[in-house]
């Protein structure tokens, strides 16, 4: 058990979160902000897991899945996917002989990455939205092009938006009303410096 309470932490915080601080990382630890409560957000966020452990070990996957409804963004026909998404990667490795750990790992990281996505998703819709008022002779290629390349470039204003949008939905979803508001000002703060580099590259 205490192997998998080690891994709940270090895939949650993993490119997200400092431990024992208030302070949201980008992909790297020397992109960062602090948010007040952060900390408290994050924790909530491990208890779900925690306390569905016992489905996990059962293989109740979609009972162990049910309790993220109540993440934003994450319903009965998310986890319906999310589930059927491990099912397809059991079926891939039912051969190999692999660590409960890398199991659970297999199951989180799942989970994670469609809360992620879906809220990411969002920050690059109004990225979008905000790049065609500032300009209209920039095409949706074009900004689709020039996103591609501060995603390769690691860009920090790109790196931070991942994980804000990420916290902002997780505050939204506990009702830490403060912390989601101070997420959504850092938001629009880092989607409007996204904006001014796409447009003034473009020109």
């Known amino acids: 058990m205490k192997r998998l309470y080690n891994a709940t932490d270090n895939l949650i915080e993993q ?3 400092i431990q024992g ?3 949201i990382t980008g992909r790297t630890p020397d992109v960062s902000i602090k948010i007040r409560n ?19 070990l059962e293989g109740e ?7 993220f409804t109540q993440i934003i963004g994450i319903d009965e026909n998310s986890i319906k996917e999310i589930n059927q998404e491990v099912q ?4 891939a490795l039912k051969d190999s002989n692999f ?16 809360i992620r996505d879906i809220h990411f998703n969002y920050v690059l819709d109004e990225i979008l939205k905000r790049v065609e008022e500032a300009s209209k002779k920039i095409s949706r290629k074009q900004i689709q092009v020039e ?13 931070i938006l991942y994980n804000i949008s990420y916290l902002d939905a997780l505050a939204e ?16 703060k880092h989607i409007n410096k996204i904006v001014v580099l796409i447009v003034s590259s473009v020109r």
């Open 99 to 114: 660590d409960i750990v890398i199991l659970y790992i297999l199951v989180l990281s799942s989970l994670i990455s469609r």
């Open 61 to 67: 996957y979609l009972e162990f899945f049910r309790p």
């Open 88 to 91: 397809i990667k059991l079926t």
């Open 38 to 56: 952060s900390g408290l957000i994050v924790k909530k966020f491990k208890d779900i897991f925690l306390k569905n452990l016992n489905f996990f």
């Open 15 to 17: 490119q997200f979160y």
């Open 173 to 188: 979803s506990f009702n830490f009303k403060k912390v989601a508001h101070t997420c959504k000002i850092q938001k629009s």
């Open 21 to 23: 601080t208030d302070r």
């Open 147 to 159: 996103l591609e390349n501060l995603f390769m470039r690691n860009n920090s204003n790109i790196s």
